[in-house]
C-alpha cells in the first residue's frame, strides 16, 4: 500500500466514514497518517478537554465539520454544578487562527456565549451549518449576530437550549439576500419572534426542508407558512393552538394536504386533541413523531392519531399513552425502530401510566425495534427476558424505573436476570441504563455478555466493589461509564486503572471513593485528569485539608493529551 | 446569564397529594375533595390539617398579628425561606416542612436544599444507597406528624428521574392535563390581566407569564401599585386622603394590609396563593388587590379552600 501515490491512498481514505476507521489508520504508518490528516474533514472530538483546540486545528487544517462535546453526560440532570466548564469559546477562537475554512460547528452540553457566536459569525466566510444541543450561556443577541453575519447559511438547529431571551429581534437580522436556509430550529427559544420576518424568510429560502417553530407561533402563522413550504420534510409545528372552528384550522388542513414530503412531526405543544384530525392526512408518510411535549393528547386521542402513522420509525411519547396504547402502537407500527416513552407526572402515585405490559406488546409487535428509552413504574424480570427474546437488535437499551431501587413486584427479586438477559441476547448492544433494584450479579452478567457496550449507566444499584469490576474488567469496548448512589470505592475504582485510557471517562458520584482514592488514581495514571467536584454549598465550609478518608461527592475521569485544564473553577479540584 | 438553582423539577402532584390521598378524606366526606386538591409542599413534607395549621402558623410568624392567620406576603415569602434554613436541626424540621410549604418557589427551593441536604449528609451513615438517602431526607420532616407517612411517600432525589432538565422546565409550564379545556385558547406568549387596587384612579395591565412565580408577580405588583400608597407618592391626589391615612394606620396596626385576590374562569373571587403557580396563571382572569377588611368577607369562603394568604405589604 504504500507505493500507492498519495492521491490514491487518500481516495481509499475517502471510505471510510467512521472517525474510529480514520484514526485507526492513521497509527499505520507516518505516510498515512500524514494522508489522512490532510483530508480529513469531519472532525469529532468527544470531550473537550481531552485535547487541547490549536493542537486540533494544526492536525487537521483542512477541516469542514467540527463537532464537540462538552460537558459528562449527568450534567443533563443537574449533577454538574453550573460553571464547571466546556467553554466553546476556545474552540471557536482556534479554529479561527487555524481553519477559517470552517463550514459547520456542532456543540453538544458546552457553555455558549454571544462573544462566541458573535466570533463564530464573522470569522468564517464559508460558514453553513451551527448545531447546539443542550447547550447554555447564550442569548438571542448570539443568534441575531449569526443571522446578520453568516451569509449562504444553511443550517441553525437549536435543540433544547437553555437560550436567554433578549428580543424578538433577531430573526429580522437574516438579510433579505439569505435564501439558502434548508434547516431552521428554534422551538427552544421561550420567547416570540417576528412572525412576520419569519414568513418572509421562509417564503424566499426554497430549500427549506426542515422548519421547526417554537411555542409562540400561532396557527394562522404556521398555515401561512406551510402554504408557501410544500416541500417541508420535517416540521415542528409550534403550540397548535387553535380552535377547531377558526377559520385558520381549515387553512391549516388545506396546507397540510399539500404537503406530500413531510415525514417529521413534533411541537404540539398547546393542541386540543380535536385539532389532531387536521394531521390525518399526513400520518401514513410519517417516519418520526415527537408527542412527547404534548400532555394534553390523551390515551384515546393518541390512540386514534397512532393508528394512521404505519410506516413510523420512531416515535416519542408521553406515558399517557398507556399500555393499551403501546399496544396499538405494536399492532400498527411496524417499522417502529426507536420508541421513547417519557413520563408526564413524575412525582405523583397516580395511576401507572405505563408498565412492563406495554413494553412486552410493544417487542412482540416491532421486531425492528432496537433503540429504547422507556420510563416506567415497575417492570418484572419476566418481561424483560421476553423483550429480550423478541427484540434481539436493540443497540440502546435505557429503562428508567421510576422509583429507585424498586424490585421485580411480582417476585420481589432483583432485576438482575431480566437484564442479563438483555445483554445475552442483544449482541449488538452499545448502549445501556440500568434501573431498578440490582445486586452486583447483573454486572457479572454485563462484564461477561455486553462485548460490544460502549457506555453504562448506573443508579441506586450494586452491593459491592465486584459490581464495578466486573464490568471493568469485562466490556473491552467500553468508553463511558457513569455511575451515581452505588457501592463502589476505592478498591473498584484502583482494580484496574489502566481501563480508563481506554475510555473516554468515567463519572461518580455519590459512591464510595475517597479523597485518598482519586489521589491514588491520579498519581498512577498521569494522563489521566482526575477532577473532584465539590458541592458549592459545601466549598465554604470545606475544610483547607479534607482528609483523605473524605468520600467525594462527585468525581469525574477522564484521559487527556492537554493535562490539567486552566479554566476549572473553585470548587473542581483537580488531582 | 444568571445561574440556574440545582433543584429539581417539582411536579404538581408530589408528597403532600400522594400523602393527602392515602390519608384518606375525613374532612371532605364522599366527594374526597382533599384527594383531588393540589397542595404545594416541601418533598418529605405533610401538609398538616387545616385547624392545625392556623395554630401553627401563629407561633411561627415573625410578627404578631391581629386576628386570624394573616401574614405580608413578603413575610410568608421570607418566613419560608427563615424555615428553610433551619430544616437542617431536627427539632424545627416538621414545622419547617410544613410552614414554608406552602408556597412552589420556595417548594422548589426548598426541594433542592432537602435533597441537597440529604446528598450532603455524609454525618448520616452514608450508604451510597438511594433508599437511605431518601430516608434521611423524610426522617426529620415525618417526625412528629401526628398523621403519619403515606406509604407511597417519595422524597426526592438530585437528579433523579434523569430527565433533562429542558424537559423538566417545558413540561412545568404545561397545563396538567386533567385539567385541560380542549376549548380554552391560550396565549402565544403572554397572559395579559387587569389589575385593580382599592382606591387607586386607573388599574393597570400584568403579563402573568412574564413571572415564574408567586413572589415575582408580588414584587411587581407592590412596584406598581407602591405609587398609591400613602406618604410614598404624594402627587396622586387620592380623595379624603386623610381619612385614609387614618384607617391606613389603623390597618397597619392590626397587621393587616391589602389582599391580592383573583377572578377565576368560574367568576369565582379567589386568594392568590393558594394554588400551584400554573394552576394560577391557567385560571386567572383578573385581580384585584382589597383592603384587608375587605376581604373577610371574602374569607368564611375561601377559608374553606385555603390555608394561608398572599398579602402584598407596601
Redesign the interface.
Known amino acids: 500500500m504504500t507505493y500507492f501515490p498519495e492521491e490514491v491512498v487518500e481516495h481509499i481514505f475517502d471510505f471510510l466514514s467512521s472517525h474510529r476507521d480514520r484514526n485507526i489508520v492513521s497509527t499505520v504508518c507516518k505516510a498515512w497518517y500524514r494522508v489522512e490528516r490532510l483530508s480529513r474533514r469531519i472532525v469529532f472530538v468527544g470531550n473537550c478537554y481531552a485535547v487541547r483546540p490549536g493542537r486540533v486545528m494544526a492536525r487537521f487544517p483542512g477541516m469542514k465539520c467540527l463537532s464537540v462535546k462538552g460537558k459528562p453526560h449527568f450534567a443533563d440532570f443537574n449533577l454538574v454544578p453550573h460553571d464547571w466548564g466546556g467553554f466553546a469559546l476556545p474552540w471557536i477562537e482556534a479554529a479561527a487562527r487555524g481553519c477559517p475554512g470552517l463550514e459547520e460547528l456542532r456543540l453538544k452540553r458546552m457553555v455558549v456565549s454571544d462573544e462566541s457566536l458573535e466570533l463564530l459569525a464573522r470569522s468564517f466566510p464559508n460558514f453553513k451549518a451551527l448545531v447546539l444541543v443542550s447547550c447554555e450561556g447564550f442569548t438571542t443577541d448570539g443568534l441575531a449576530a449569526i443571522a446578520t453575519h453568516c451569509r449562504g447559511l444553511r443550517e441553525l438547529d437549536l435543540q433544547e437550549n437553555e437560550v436567554e431571551d433578549h428580543g424578538r429581534q433577531w430573526l429580522s437580522c437574516f438579510p433579505d439576500s439569505c435564501t439558502s436556509l434548508e434547516s431552521l430550529n428554534f422551538a427552544c427559544l421561550k420567547g416570540e419572534v417576528n412572525a412576520g420576518a419569519l414568513e418572509r424568510l421562509v417564503a424566499r429560502c426554497v430549500n427549506l426542508r426542515s422548519l421547526k417553530l417554537n411555542r409562540a407561533i400561532s396557527v394562522e402563522s404556521l398555515a401561512r407558512m406551510l402554504a408557501r413550504t410544500p416541500h417541508l420534510v420535517e416540521l415542528g409545528t409550534g403550540s397548535f393552538t387553535v380552535e377547531h372552528r377558526a377559520e385558520a384550522y381549515q387553512r391549516l388542513i388545506h396546507a397540510f394536504r399539500k404537503c406530500k414530503s413531510l415525514k417529521s412531526l413534533s411541537g404540539f405543544w398547546d393542541v386540543a386533541p380535536r385539532c389532531l384530525q387536521s394531521i390525518y392526512s399526513i400520518c401514513p408518510n410519517l417516519t418520526v413523531l415527537n408527542l412527547s411535549y404534548a400532555p394534553a393528547i390523551q390515551g384515546a386521542d393518541l390512540v386514534k392519531l397512532i393508528r394512521h402513522c404505519f410506516k413510523l420509525q420512531k416515535l416519542w411519547v408521553l406515558d399517557c399513552i398507556r399500555d393499551k396504547g403501546l399496544a396499538v402502537v405494536a399492532s400498527t407500527c411496524q417499522e417502529l425502530q426507536e420508541l421513547r416513552v417519557f413520563p408526564s407526572d413524575i412525582y405523583g402515585t397516580g395511576t401507572a401510566a405505563v408498565t412492563e405490559e406495554g413494553l412486552v406488546a410493544i417487542s412482540s409487535g416491532c421486531s425492528k425495534l432496537n433503540s429504547l428509552l422507556y420510563f416506567c413504574h415497575q417492570m418484572t424480570n419476566a418481561a424483560l427476558i421476553t423483550v429480550a427474546k423478541n427484540c434481539p437488535h436493540f443497540t440502546r437499551f435505557r429503562l428508567c424505573i421510576l422509583d429507585p431501587g424498586k424490585p421485580d413486584p411480582d417476585t420481589n427479586q432483583p432485576l438482575d436476570e431480566g437484564f442479563g438477559a438483555i445483554v445475552r441476547s442483544c449482541k449488538d448492544l452499545r448502549r445501556l441504563s440500568l434501573s431498578g433494584l440490582l445486586t452486583d450479579k447483573v454486572f457479572l452478567y454485563i462484564g461477561e455478555y455486553a462485548a460490544r457496550l460502549e457506555m453504562l449507566s448506573i443508579a441506586f444499584a450494586g452491593d459491592s466493589d465486584k459490581g464495578m469490576v466486573y464490568v471493568l474488567n469485562g466490556c473491552k469496548n467500553l468508553r463511558k461509564l457513569e455511575i451515581r448512589d452505588s457501592p463502589f470505592g476505592d478498591a473498584a475504582l484502583l482494580e484496574n486503572v489502566g481501563k480508563y485510557e481506554t475510555m473516554r471517562s468515567l463519572w461518580m458520584s455519590s459512591c464510595d471513593v475517597t479523597l485518598g482514592g482519586c489521589k491514588a488514581l491520579a498519581a498512577k495514571m498521569p494522563r489521566l485528569n482526575v477532577e473532584v467536584i465539590n458541592d458549592r454549598d459545601e466549598s465554604d465550609e470545606m475544610e483547607e485539608n479534607p482528609s483523605d478518608m473524605h468520600k467525594v461527592e462527585k468525581m469525574y475521569v477522564y484521559r487527556t493529551l492537554a493535562g490539567a485544564r486552566n479554566d476549572a473553577p473553585e470548587f473542581v479540584e483537580i488531582l | 446569564?444568571s445561574?440556574?438553582l440545582?433543584?429539581?423539577?417539582?411536579?404538581?402532584?408530589?408528597?403532600p397529594?400522594?400523602a393527602a390521598?392515602?390519608a384518606g378524606a375525613a374532612e371532605d366526606g364522599a366527594l374526597n375533595l382533599k384527594e383531588t386538591e393540589l397542595r404545594l409542599g416541601l418533598?418529605g413534607s405533610e401538609s398538616p390539617d387545616r385547624k392545625e395549621k392556623v395554630g401553627l402558623t401563629l407561633g411561627l410568624l415573625p410578627k404578631v398579628f391581629g386576628s386570624g392567620a394573616k401574614r405580608g406576603f413578603s413575610d410568608a415569602i421570607d418566613g419560608a425561606g427563615k424555615w428553610e434554613l433551619t430544616s437542617g436541626g431536627c427539632g424545627s424540621e416538621v414545622e419547617g416542612g410544613k410552614g414554608g410549604a406552602l408556597f412552589s418557589p420556595r417548594g422548589e427551593d426548598g426541594g433542592g436544599q432537602l435533597s441537597?441536604h440529604g446528598?450532603?449528609g455524609?454525618d448520616v451513615a452514608?450508604?451510597?444507597?438511594?433508599?437511605e438517602?431518601?430516608a434521611a431526607g423524610q426522617v426529620g420532616n415525618s417526625a412528629g406528624n401526628d398523621r403519619g407517612v403515606a406509604p407511597?411517600a417519595?422524597a426526592?432525589?438530585?437528579?433523579?428521574?434523569?430527565?433533562?432538565?429542558?424537559?423538566?422546565n417545558?413540561?412545568a409550564t404545561?397545563?396538567?392535563?386533567d385539567k385541560?379545556d380542549?376549548?380554552e385558547?391560550?396565549g402565544?406568549?403572554c397572559l395579559y390581566v387587569k389589575v385593580s387596587m382599592d382606591g387607586a384612579p386607573y388599574l393597570r395591565k400584568v403579563d402573568l407569564k412574564a413571572y415564574n412565580n408567586y413572589k415575582e408577580l408580588s414584587s411587581a405588583l407592590e412596584k406598581m401599585f407602591s405609587c398609591f400608597t400613602i406618604g410614598q407618592c404624594g402627587s396622586h391626589g387620592i380623595p379624603g386622603r386623610d381619612g385614609l391615612s387614618e384607617s391606613r394606620l389603623t390597618d397597619l396596626l392590626n397587621g393587616s394590609e391589602y389582599v391580592l385576590t383573583y377572578e377565576d374562569k368560574d367568576g369565582d373571587w379567589m386568594l392568590v396563593g393558594d394554588v400551584p403557580w400554573e394552576m394560577f396563571t391557567n385560571s386567572c382572569k383578573r385581580m384585584r388587590i382589597m383592603k384587608g377588611s375587605d376581604a373577610i368577607g371574602l374569607a368564611p369562603r375561601a377559608m374553606e379552600k385555603c390555608k394561608n394568604r398572599i398579602r402584598i405589604s407596601f
Open positions: 446569564m445561574p440556574p440545582e433543584h429539581d423539577y417539582i411536579g404538581l402532584s408530589e408528597l397529594f400522594s390521598a392515602a418533598p441537597g446528598n450532603a455524609k452514608p450508604k451510597a444507597d438511594g433508599q438517602r431518601k407511597a417519595k426526592q432525589v438530585v437528579g433523579w428521574p434523569p430527565i433533562r432538565s429542558y424537559r423538566k417545558t413540561m404545561n397545563p396538567s392535563k385541560e380542549a376549548d385558547k391560550q402565544p406568549g
